[in-house]
């Protein structure tokens, strides 16, 4: 059974930082590319960043570039996200979820993909 735990959030004024976590089990952990998305009220789900299977390779929506970071420890099947200098916008719930191919996680969202609870990420002005 595939399962996601996703971890760090919390309310962080703008311009501050914060470090999520993704602990995931019931797969082959190096085997998948993983992919951060988050969700704010009333606005669909959207891909915030992805890592290759190895690490070698991130993605990056253009909204985050230069203030978040993607890494992954696959002894630890763990991924994080880095985010700095927060903004009001970035304010979601974020979640993680594997991707087979890295080429289509920054597609967006899939109907079979899985997902866990998420972690409430929030900014204030």
């Known amino acids: 059974e595939v399962r996601l735990v996703e971890s760090g959030g919390g309310l962080v004024q703008a311009g501050g930082s914060l470090r999520l976590s993704c602990a995931a089990s019931?797969?082959?952990?190096?085997?998948?590319?993983i992919g951060w998305f988050r969700q704010a009220p009333g606005k669909e789900r959207e891909v915030v960043s992805c890592?290759?299977?190895?690490?070698?390779?991130?993605y990056f929506t253009d909204s985050v570039k230069g203030r978040f970071a993607i890494s992954r420890d696959n002894a630890k099947n763990t991924v994080y996200l880095q985010m700095n200098s927060l903004k009001p916008e970035d304010t979601a719930i974020y979640y993680c979820?594997?991707?087979?191919?890295?080429?289509?996680?920054?597609?967006?969202?899939?109907?079979?993909?899985?997902w866990g609870q998420g972690t409430q990420v929030t900014v204030s002005s």
């Open positions: 979820t594997p991707k087979f191919n890295y080429g289509i996680c920054r597609l967006g969202p899939r109907q079979d993909d899985y």
């Open positions: 019931g797969f082959t952990f190096d085997s998948y590319a």
């Open positions: 890592i290759s299977r190895d690490g070698g390779s991130t």
